[in-house]
């Protein structure tokens, strides 16, 4: 198997993007990123003293398999000018006050979290760096720990978060193009992440509790009996942001399309809870309690799903959200 990678942009004379996570998502990035221009940033790791490279295979959409060799970013001499931040919702404070004490204070700080509440909270914690969040739909899942799989084409946004990044997106996103995915400049990308929220805590819980694929979900009780509700808190919580007015017609309409089209799909919430890992159930439906309540608004079905998913997860396991000051 060769490297396919396109060598001829090989990131050469410009600096590294460095990944940090190294879940589907990172790994995607890492192999469709040039040949020589990413690097990851691994675990802080006493005992070892050095860094072994992520080999792995990736599948691309059209099921073309190659290897990937992706160096950790202390063996590489170049300076990371990009800070990709792929890891869960709950990690990423964690890692980043682990990482971003080695890094250029301008370095630009790309944050690829599901839901929301973890990038505000990143965004509170470093005002002054240029602190972006991407809201993506590539598909990207790891049916074995040696293989990444591109599981469907997507489209990524990208937007500013803290003042001094809003120069930056574009330059970020055009180095981010070197890797063939589509990206777009986002000048609102909280309402843009308020829309993927919509979509996540419309299904991910269900096929969580349910233990069932996406399409699963249409018919079971629990769903049919709670959704329009659901629908309801999203859109006062929503209008309560000042967010642009969305009807909860229109947001279970779009549940259900997605639900339907990823009908077989296994949702990143159901794969967490059959592996007995942390869900990001604190950033989806959890986040949407804290704002309510954050308004005095009732979310009783947000609630119920936030306390079913737990109940599924052992406590040990359970993440920590950033507190109910985030907003
Ligand atoms: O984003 C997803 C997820 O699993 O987190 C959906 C849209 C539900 C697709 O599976």
């Excluded at 792995?56 to 059209?62: A, E, I």
């Excluded at 990206?183 to 419309?202: D, F, S, T, Y």
């Excluded at 049919?224 to 967010?243: N, P, S």
Aim: aromatic letters at 4%; hydrophobic letters at 35%.
């Amino acid at each position: 198997m060769a490297d396919a990678r396109h060598h001829a942009q090989n990131g050469n004379g410009n600096g590294l993007i460095a990944i940090l996570g190294a879940g589907s998502l990172g790994r995607l990035w890492g192999a469709l990123l040039p040949a020589g221009a990413a690097a990851y940033i691994p675990r802080p790791n006493p005992d070892e003293k050095a860094t072994p490279d992520l080999i792995y295979r990736f599948q691309d959409c059209q099921g073309r398999q190659y290897p990937v060799t992706l160096p950790a970013l202390d063996r590489i001499p170049r300076k990371p000018e990009v800070l990709m931040v792929t890891t869960k919702a709950g990690d990423t404070l964690a890692a980043l006050e682990a990482t971003l004490p080695h890094m250029e204070p301008s370095i630009p700080v790309v944050l690829f979290q599901n839901g929301l509440g973890s990038q505000q909270a990143v965004a509170e914690r470093w005002p002054d760096r240029p602190i972006m969040a991407a809201s993506t739909t590539e598909g990207a899942n790891r049916p074995d720990i040696d293989t990444t799989v591109h599981a469907g084409q997507g489209e990524t946004w990208i937007g500013a978060l803290t003042n001094s990044a809003s120069s930056l997106v574009g330059p970020t996103v055009s180095r981010l193009e070197t890797s063939g995915l589509t990206i777009h400049e986002e000048p609102n990308i909280l309402n843009r992440l308020w829309g993927k929220l919509i979509i996540n805590a419309g299904i991910n819980p269900y096929t969580a509790i349910l233990d069932c694929a996406n399409g699963d979900i249409l018919n079971a009780p629990l769903f049919r009996d709670t959704i329009r509700q659901l629908c309801l808190e999203l859109a006062e919580v929503m209008h309560h942001e000042g967010l642009p007015p969305r009807s909860p017609e229109d947001m279970l309409l779009q549940i259900e399309a997605v639900a339907r089209k990823t009908a077989k799909n296994t949702s990143s919430m159901c794969s967490d809870a059959r592996r007995g890992k942390p869900t990001e159930i604190d950033y989806i439906n959890g986040y949407i309690v804290r704002r309510a309540c954050a308004h005095n608004l009732p979310a009783p079905v947000n609630q119920m799903l936030t306390e079913q998913v737990k109940r599924r997860t052992p406590a040990s396991q359970q993440p920590q959200p950033n507190g109910p000051g985030v907003t």
